[in-house]
């Protein structure tokens, strides 16, 4: 009877570890892959300068507040003979800790009392290039994912896009008032009225 336990527990073991050694295979081979992909490809974001930029905005005068993430990570394709076969259907994920406004008390607030309101640790999405001139980007924030349409240009090697969000579209309402609460004098114009804007511009470059 102990005989068989043993022979029976020998078998799970060797099932289990070879199942994690074909697992480990696969990733590698995956990772190996994705390698040659980038390598063979002319132009890949992951290799590219990507600089990830907005302008938010507060008082009735609609003064502008410039930022930027620091991080991108491209999750999924990104890789091309061409610009434009690079950056369509490129998914992305940018982490909201990586928030740059050169005044690390308002990357505090904008982190706690804007994207942690929302428990939002990530912005994730996905770029489509629809014709030489526009796209359509899909945002997911807040657990909501909206397609955005932005317009973009070519020069040389370098890809810009702009586009304009209403924050509203992912349900957001709540944690602007969240900021603009913790912001309230800042956020004061000429008129003794805090606000802040619910429109934020995005601005990304990819220099190849």
Request: hydrophobic letters at 35%; glycine letters at 4%.
């Amino acid at each position: 009877m102990r005989k068989s336990i043993s022979y029976i527990l020998l078998i799970i073991t060797l099932v289990i570890s070879s199942s994690c050694k074909t697992e480990v295979k696969e990733n590698i081979t995956k990772e190996v892959l994705k390698k040659i992909e980038i390598s063979s490809s002319k132009f890949s974001l992951s290799n590219a300068k990507n600089t990830i930029g907005w302008t938010a905005y507060k008082t009735t005068e609609k003064i502008p507040v410039n930022g930027k993430f620091k991080k991108v990570n491209i999750t999924a394709n990104g890789n091309g003979n061409t610009i434009k076969e690079a950056i369509n259907n490129t998914e992305f994920a940018i982490p909201v800790s990586s928030i740059f406004t050169q005044d690390s008390s308002r990357d505090y607030k904008i982190r706690k009392f804007f994207f942690s309101f929302m428990n939002t640790n990530l912005l994730s999405g996905k770029l489509e290039v629809l014709t030489n001139n526009t796209g359509v980007a899909t945002i997911k924030m807040n657990g909501i994912s909206d397609k955005v349409p932005f317009t973009y240009v070519i020069n040389e090697n370098t890809f810009s896009m702009k586009s304009t969000l209403d924050i509203n579209n992912w349900n957001a309402k709540a944690a602007i008032a969240s900021l603009n609460k913790v912001c309230e004098e800042l956020h004061k114009g000429s008129d003794g009225i805090s606000k802040t804007w619910d429109e934020v511009t995005l601005n990304i470059t990819s220099a190849f």
